[in-house]
């Protein structure tokens, strides 16, 4: 089995991710839908910049999340925890990435708000079909 492949084919097959943020003292969490490119390993957002969590990321660029769908069977547990790097996309690159993201998300034509990318630096996947706790891990 190929580790990585497996983990992207989880981050593709689902949509919501939960950002954790911070900054000094201060953290907060958002769900965010996103889209993911497995070729640069970076998923896309688009958040509001007045938001709490945007403001810490404009603060701390380093964050965390989660992808986690919640099936009632333990042995159907599969997700991930990542870390990774944020960014607000300007120009050509946001262009680009907000064109991706209309494909799947239409209704987000109706929202101004930019749209950031997630540089993932490190992933542990645990996934139980594949035997109870199984982790994987893929890291930059």
């Known amino acids: 089995m190929n580790e990585t492949q497996h983990i992207c084919d989880f981050i593709k097959n689902n949509h919501l991710l939960t950002l954790c943020t911070n900054s000094c003292s201060d953290l907060w969490c958002a769900h965010c ?3 993911f490119d497995s070729n640069k390993m970076s998923l896309f957002i688009m958040t509001n910049e007045s938001s709490h969590h945007s403001q810490l990321m404009i603060l701390n660029k380093n964050i965390a999340g989660t992808i986690a769908p919640q099936p009632e069977n333990i042995s159907d547990i599969k997700g991930i925890q990542f870390k990774g790097h944020i960014e607000k996309l300007t120009n050509t690159e946001a262009e680009t990435a907000k064109n991706l993201y209309y494909n799947i998300f239409c209704s987000a034509k109706f929202i101004s708000a930019p749209i950031w ?3 993932l630096t490190m992933i542990k ?3 139980n079909s594949l035997g109870f706790g199984k982790k ?3 890291q930059r």
Request: hydrophobic share 50%.
């Open 136 to 138: 994987l891990f893929w």
């Open 117 to 119: 990318e997630i540089e």
């Open 125 to 127: 996947m645990t996934d």
């Open 33 to 35: 839908y996103y889209i």
